[in-house]
């Protein structure tokens, strides 16, 4: 293993477990470096502080452990069975539940790598070279640490989080199984189907498993509008609650076919679903006042990077003005922002100048997150993307 040595002070954060080491703090790289291997951090003092996966760009090193130790098949072992267990202690893994991550990068002490459950199914994703070069070790302790009956296939998806060049050839593959695939996952009892081969992600959006039962209990005789809906996650929850009408948009025809037929795994043909592919803005500036009293705002991250916060934030304050402005009186707005750039409080100043726009009266009832299958490592508070605000608007 090689070793990298920090400059001096620069070994502080690490002391502190945050799991990056940008390029700037680094004195001295042995050459030559390949990405993606595993490398030995030392101090400017020459204190071992750990080791992780070295990659190109500004974080240089991702750390997998603040020791000494190898990263093999044993160490992926022992990480992917604490995650695993804190899955069956959380309450996941059920007869009416088999879809929940696994593995969520910092969070669960594997910077780089996510992987979703789907029905037996485990979605790998590599968002680093060194989760992609380690790729067998992982798939071995997976078939190590889960139950035969709850692991059929592991589906290797990296292809769009990874670039290809001469070294890294991030295929979409099975790397077990692929035979015998059951593509229709089961959350809080309701089916969805799942496509890991050509959706977005991993093929579904577990992160708003909690959300969308909350949804459902304010469903019950109400008008649902599921904006930026995907495969539909938020309109099935909301049929099962008793919502009198549920209508479905995206701009991706893909989604709204998903969408159609999740509604139709669980209900059949039903006749209080309606889906629309256009765009979110135009049709929530098209739409008249006063129809819908529960409305879902889920847009992808309008904010991919720092540079972009402020168009993001302008992003958040249109489209949630619209929604304030026309919702019925008595409406409930469920409003999201995934991007990781994004801090609570910027997104609930972004809301709180929608509201103000429409000068109606707003107030909130529940401030939302990401669910306990995607933690947040203490030490890497970086980890917190997801953001909700329900509101009640008079
Ligand atoms: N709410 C979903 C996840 C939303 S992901 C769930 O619970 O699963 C974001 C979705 O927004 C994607 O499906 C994407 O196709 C859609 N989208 C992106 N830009 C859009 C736009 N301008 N109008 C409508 N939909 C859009």
């Known amino acids: 293993m090689q070793t990298i040595v920090l400059k001096p002070k620069k070994e502080d954060s690490l002391l502190r477990f ?13 050459d030559p470096l390949t990405e993606g291997e595993v490398i030995r951090v030392v101090s400017a003092k020459g204190d071992v502080l750990g080791v992780g996966h070295y990659q190109l760009g500004s974080i240089a090193v991702r750390m997998l452990s603040f020791r000494d130790e190898a990263i093999d ?3 992926y072992r022992r990480r992917i069975s604490a995650a695993y267990t804190m899955r069956i202690h959380l309450g996941l893994i059920r007869p009416d539940n088999n879809s929940f991550r696994l593995i969520h990068g910092e969070g669960d002490n594997l910077p780089g790598l996510i992987i979703d459950m789907y029905a037996g199914t485990a979605v790998v994703q590599a968002h680093s ?12 302790a997976l078939r190590r640490v889960i139950p035969e009956d709850n692991l059929r296939n592991i589906f290797y998806k990296s292809e769009t989080t990874l670039p290809f060049n001469g070294d890294v050839d991030p295929e979409n593959e099975y790397l077990y199984g692929g035979t015998d695939v059951d593509y229709v996952s089961v959350e809080n009892g309701l089916n969805f189907h799942i496509d890991w081969l050509r959706g977005q992600k991993t093929g579904f959006f577990v992160d708003q498993r909690e959300n969308r039962r909350l949804l459902e209990s304010y469903s ?38 998903l969408t159609d037929e999740n509604v139709r795994l669980n209900f059949g043909e039903d006749p209080r679903h309606e889906s629309f592919t256009e765009d979110a803005f135009k049709f929530l500036k098209e739409m008249p006042d006063g129809v819908y009293d529960l409305i879902v705002l889920d847009p992808p991250a309008f904010a991919k990077h720092r540079g ?24 409930i707005l469920f ?19 929608a509201a103000a726009l429409s000068r109606r009266k ?33």
């Not at 495969?231 to 919502?243: D, E, I, K, P």
């Not at 402020?310 to 409406?331: D, F, P, T, W």
């Open 18 to 30: 945050h799991p990056w080491v940008f390029s700037g703090a680094i004195a001295h790289n042995p």
């Open 73 to 75: 098949a044993e160490f």
């Open 129 to 140: 070279v060194g989760m992609h070069r380690d790729r067998e070790m992982i798939v071995d």
């Open 220 to 257: 019950f005789g109400r008008n649902v509008l599921n904006m930026f809906c995907y495969t539909g996650g938020f309109s099935v929850y909301a049929l099962r609650g008793g919502a009198s009408k549920v209508v479905s948009v995206d701009s991706s025809s893909k989604a709204m076919m």
């Open 308 to 331: 972009a916060i402020n168009n993001a934030l302008q992003g958040y304050k249109k489209l949630n003005a619209s929604a304030i402005e026309k919702i019925a009186s008595g409406g």
């Open 335 to 353: 409003t999201f922002s995934c991007s990781q750039a994004i801090s609570r409080e910027q997104f609930r100043l972004a809301v709180f100048s």
């Open 362 to 394: 707003v107030s909130i009832l529940h401030q939302l997150t990401q669910p306990a299958d995607h933690p947040i490592n203490i030490y890497h508070p970086e980890g917190e993307y997801l953001k909700g605000l329900v509101l009640y608007v008079e």
